[in-house]
């Protein structure tokens, strides 16, 4: 089956910093990928839609200059939390979709804590 | 995409089949039901989906009532590995490329 990874699984960082998480799929090429963010006990919101090649597309209330979306390969997309607060801790996940099928590839998902 | 309600919570004995109910009562002609599981800390997996007829994998059974209105997936012998969020999800196109909107699931505990 289609696998998608995350890294890092886990990460805390201080206040001010910026973080980087990579989404990556191993076996299948993703024209699409997208982000998605839960806090403890919530649904998954959708964050944004990464599109390799152009820029994303970010859902309303989402910050596009705190979060950072990169898709510059059919097999990887970054998010970075820039200047990370707080209140970014959060479990980031991404998706990727795969051509030709009816559904997306979840990653195993990113533990961020800013301390 | 239209809106589902699911019960928040279920549970069942291991061996036995769990029912998870979802209402879609202002589904579309052209909106599929979607169904994904996501265990504790990990991210969600895909389980099944459908537009109108019945359909059957590995993993699950979805049953679609004639008028769309709801559906119900069947773990036909869940074990304890099954406890986990359960999200129906109704949208409109297929293709990997549309969106999913999650709500808030149903949490399914197998017990021994």
């Known amino acids: 089956g289609a696998v998608v990874s995350q890294h890092p699984s886990r990460v805390i960082c201080k206040s001010g910093t910026s973080v980087k998480i990579e989404c990556r799929s191993l076996?299948?090429?993703?024209?699409?990928m997208f982000w998605y963010r839960q806090f403890p006990k919530q649904s998954l919101m959708l964050m944004a839609t990464?599109?390799?090649?152009?820029?994303?597309?970010?859902e309303q209330g989402v910050e596009k200059d705190k979060f950072l979306i990169n898709h510059a390969s059919l097999t990887l997309s970054t998010l970075t939390v820039t200047s990370a607060h707080p209140e970014d801790s959060s479990f980031y996940i991404c998706?990727?979709?795969?051509?030709?099928?009816?559904?997306?590839?979840f990653g195993p998902g990113t533990r961020l804590t800013v301390l | 995409d239209a809106k589902t309600t699911q019960p928040p919570s279920m549970d069942c004995a291991e061996g036995r089949a769990a029912n998870l109910p979802c209402n879609h009562s202002?589904?579309?002609?052209?909106?599929?039901v979607y169904w994904y599981r996501q265990i504790h800390s990990q991210g969600p997996q895909y389980i099944i989906h459908?537009?109108?007829n019945n359909e059957t994998n590995e993993m699950a059974s979805l049953i679609i009532t004639e008028d769309r209105k709801s559906s119900t997936l069947i773990l036909p012998h869940a074990t304890l590995r099954d406890t986990a969020v359960y999200y129906c999800?109704?949208?409109?196109?297929?293709?990997?490329?549309?969106?999913?909107?999650f709500g808030k699931g149903i949490t399914l505990s197998v017990r021994p």
């Open positions: 076996d299948f090429q993703a024209t699409t």
């Open positions: 998706s990727a979709g795969l051509a030709g099928a009816d559904t997306q590839y």
């Open positions: 999800i109704v949208r409109v196109e297929t293709g990997a490329n549309s969106k999913l909107t």
């Open positions: 202002t589904i579309s002609g052209n909106e599929y």
């Open positions: 459908g537009l109108k």
């Open positions: 990464s599109n390799e090649g152009s820029k994303a597309t970010y």
